[in-house]
């Protein structure tokens, strides 16, 4: 299992989806068809993990990658456009925020 680390050598990826509680399934249901089926896949993915708030209201996404460079290259794919685009019509917005880690607690 892969540890948070203030470690320089990893591009930390936070995106924030909000939707309707209604969306909500069908919303992780696609980020995890994603993951499973691409995302995981490609070069320079470490690790990922899905967050839905108790309303079903808002999923976090926080990803690390080898390099700014590798993540930017998925989403640059034919097929990471496509599904996003896909993702897209399911929330009223989503917006990946690249981080670098500056402290680690536990």
């Given amino acids: ?21 209604g969306t909500c399934q ?6 995890t068809a ?3 089926e691409f995302i995981s896949k490609q070069p320079g ?3 990922a993990g899905l967050h839905v708030n108790d309303a079903q ?5 926080y990803s690390q ?20 685009r896909r993702i897209h019509e399911m929330c009223k917005s989503f917006e990946p925020v690249m981080y670098d880690v500056t402290a680690t607690f536990g």
């Fill in 26 to 31: 069908d919303l992780m249901d696609e980020l």
């Fill in 57 to 61: 209201t808002r999923i976090a996404n």
């Fill in 45 to 47: 993915f470490i690790a």
């Fill in 65 to 84: 990658w080898r390099s700014r460079q590798d993540f930017q290259a998925m989403l640059r794919s034919e097929e990471m456009r496509r599904r996003n």
């Fill in 34 to 36: 994603a993951y499973e």
């Fill in 1 to 21: 299992m892969p540890k948070i680390a203030t470690s320089h050598d990893v591009q930390t990826v936070i995106t924030t989806f909000e939707m309707t509680p």
